[in-house]
């Protein structure tokens, strides 16, 4: 299921670093599509997929602290416009995370990751450097 979680951030820079924090140790099942700063970095919007609305509150409210207050809501897919594919199968979110097994160059496991490649972006690690604006 699609989750998205409207953060109200009090303080950006703790946010900022708990944020990547938890990007870092994202567990089995969990997984962020967008997040969405709003310029002044006192807003930001998430669309997450997991198994539940509890499972992506109880990962969040763990590790950002007092940063920023929360509100969490399931997303009507059949209504929604412009959803990512989804990744999981329910046995995905589930299953415990081991050792993988050998799958086909088209079919990638849940929570690969694929770097891409953007000319003058900020290097990685970065969270507070601003995008490269278009001419």
Not at 4 to 12: G, K, M, T
Not at 55 to 68: H, K, Q, T
């Given at each position: 299921?699609?989750?998205?979680?409207?953060?109200?951030?009090?303080?950006?820079?703790a946010f900022q670093t708990l944020g990547a924090q938890a990007l870092a140790e994202l567990p089995a099942g969990l997984r962020v599509h967008q997040s969405l700063p709003g310029v002044g970095s006192t807003s930001c919007?998430?669309?997450?997929?997991?198994?539940?609305?509890?499972?992506?509150?109880?990962?969040?409210?763990?590790?950002?602290?007092?940063?920023?207050?929360?509100?969490?809501?399931?997303v009507d897919a059949a209504a929604a416009i412009g959803l990512p594919p989804a990744t999981f199968t329910m046995e995905q979110v589930v299953r415990p995370r081991g050792p993988r097994s050998p799958q086909p160059a088209d079919r990638r496991a849940p929570l690969d990751v694929v770097v891409v490649e953007i000319p003058d972006a900020p290097p990685?690690?970065?969270?507070?450097?601003?995008?490269?604006?278009?001419?």
């Open positions: 299921m699609f989750v998205v979680v409207q953060h109200r951030v009090s303080d950006p820079a919007v998430c669309v997450w997929e997991a198994e539940s609305v509890e499972a992506v509150r109880d990962f969040l409210e763990a590790r950002l602290g007092g940063a920023s207050v929360n509100e969490y809501f399931a990685p690690g970065r969270v507070d450097a601003p995008l490269p604006q278009p001419e």
